[in-house]
Nanobody, 125 residues
Framework: VQVVESGGGSVQAGGSLRLSCEVS????????MKWFRQAPGKEREGVGS???????SYADFVKGRFAISQDNSKNTLYLKMDSLKPEDSAMYYC????????????????????WGQGTQVTVSS
């Protein structure tokens, strides 16, 4: 199983980005997938997730600004980020877990089975 993130970049505050997470090697629809982020000197934190029943969940600090979607035909998960703030600057990671049951929305980074190398998001003021 491989996970590859892309779509990061540098934007000004208020701008938008769409991150992609392409998964290969397993049935995409039978997974929990979660976006995490980690800024320098800070702990890795969950941003949002989507489970095998297509239920999505978001951290309070991104609700109303970020949205998760998926294209099953491409085995790709997306994170659309709007109204970006400087504090959103971080390395963003996609993680996958396929065993069930699994607390998709609340699971910490360490419980996931596979994750990507990350994509950097930088938001300037």
């Amino acid at each position: 199983v491989q996970v590859v993130e892309s779509g990061g970049g540098s934007v000004q505050a208020g701008g938008s980005l769409r991150l992609s997470c392409e998964v290969s090697g397993l049935s995409f629809r039978r997974t929990c997938m979660k976006w995490f982020r980690q800024a320098p000197g800070k702990e890795r934190e969950g941003v949002g997730s989507i489970d095998r029943e297509d239920a999505s969940s978001y951290a309070d600090f991104v609700k109303g600004r970020f949205a998760i979607s998926q294209d099953n035909s491409k085995n790709t998960l997306y994170l659309k980020m709007d109204s970006l703030k400087p504090e959103d600057s971080a390395m963003y990671y996609c993680a996958v877990h396929w065993a069930w049951p699994f607390p998709c929305s609340s699971a910490s980074w360490s419980r996931f089975l596979v994750w990507g190398q990350g994509t950097q998001v930088t938001v300037s003021s």
